[in-house]
């Protein structure tokens, strides 16, 4: 489907991202996740060639973008925010659309549009913020490409319009077999929705893994001391998400046998093992260098 090779971008002479391998599958939702800062947006912008790559390839079905550009057809990239569609009205951005993508599908945009009550003849800037994410998310899929990138498109936007939207991406995976690509702070809704994630660290992609397998190779466990430890955990360098007095809850991974054996020979008066969300997996991956 979509493969990245070996993807550097250097901005001010600074790598900001660095030698990205990536291979997206058909049909799959796929989550990358990163603190602010660590090159998401850029990476993204990368694969649309809104900013040209230092060295690296970009195929989709083996062919290069940078090389054939009209395959970017196939491939829509939609931003935090689109300042582009701003004088525009539904109706006409739907002609403008026509224009550059032959296989705009305007039936599925109008009964998408009707779905959710959007307004046709206000300009797109007039919008609220969900509303300006629902017309982009609608207007993305009825170009028909084989891959969409969403860059936090669950942003500022209240519970209901959040549903509808992840509701809309899982929906058309299903009927359509469009492949997702999606950054997004809101960690929660990468849990419900994506695959198999992929983490940007140090400019880097640190991990690709199966949600579920992600999940499965972490404990959250709950401690107990007859005495405050919480400077040895932390030297330790073993995240603490909770401390509270002698009560303390940390994150490891099932086989870092070291680590249990440190707790343990601690003393613990209480160890209580739970399952992890991917949020608490992310805080423990990434709030290292800031909170312990």
């Not at 912008?45 to 009209?70: A, K, M, T, W």
């Not at 669950?154 to 939207?165: K, N, Q, S, Y």
């Not at 950054?183 to 929705?193: A, K, Q, V």
Request: aromatic share 8%; glycine share 4%.
């Amino acid at each position: 489907m979509l493969e990245i090779k070996n993807l550097t971008k250097k901005i001010d002479n600074i790598e900001v991202v660095k030698d990205i391998n990536l291979k997206l599958k058909s049909g799959e939702i796929f989550g990358l996740l990163g603190r602010n800062g660590s090159g998401k947006t850029t990476l993204l912008r990368c694969i649309q060639q809104i900013l040209n790559v230092d060295q690296g390839e970009i195929l989709f079905e083996d062919i290069s973008i940078i090389d054939h550009p009209l395959i970017k057809r196939n491939v829509v990239y939609m931003p935090v925010q689109n300042p582009a569609f701003d004088r525009y009205t539904y109706k006409q951005l739907v002609r403008l659309l026509r224009t550059i993508y032959p296989d705009f599908d305007v039936t599925y945009a109008n009964e998408l549009v009707n779905r959710y009550d959007l307004p046709e003849n206000k300009k797109y800037r007039e919008l609220s913020t969900g509303l300006k994410k629902q017309l982009s998310l609608i207007l993305s899929f009825s170009i028909r490409p084989a891959v969409i990138m969403l860059d936090e498109p669950t942003d500022g936007i209240d519970a209901v319009t959040r549903h509808d939207l992840l509701q809309l991406m899982i929906d058309e995976v299903a009927n359509k077999g469009t492949t997702i690509l999606i950054t997004s702070h809101r960690l929660e809704d990468i849990e419900r929705i994506c695959n198999r994630i992929a983490f940007l660290e140090d400019n880097q992609l640190s991990e690709v893994i199966e949600v579920e397998d992600l999940k499965d190779d972490y404990v959250k466990v709950q401690l107990a001391y007859d005495n405050d430890v919480e400077l040895k955990i932390r030297k330790r360098g073993i995240p603490i998400l909770e401390s509270t007095g002698v009560f303390y809850t940390v994150i490891l991974k099932r086989d870092d046998e070291d680590s249990h054996e440190f707790l343990n020979l601690l003393a613990p008066r209480i160890w209580n093992e739970l399952s992890v969300s991917l949020e608490e997996v992310f805080i423990a991956k990434f709030g290292g260098k800031r909170r312990w």
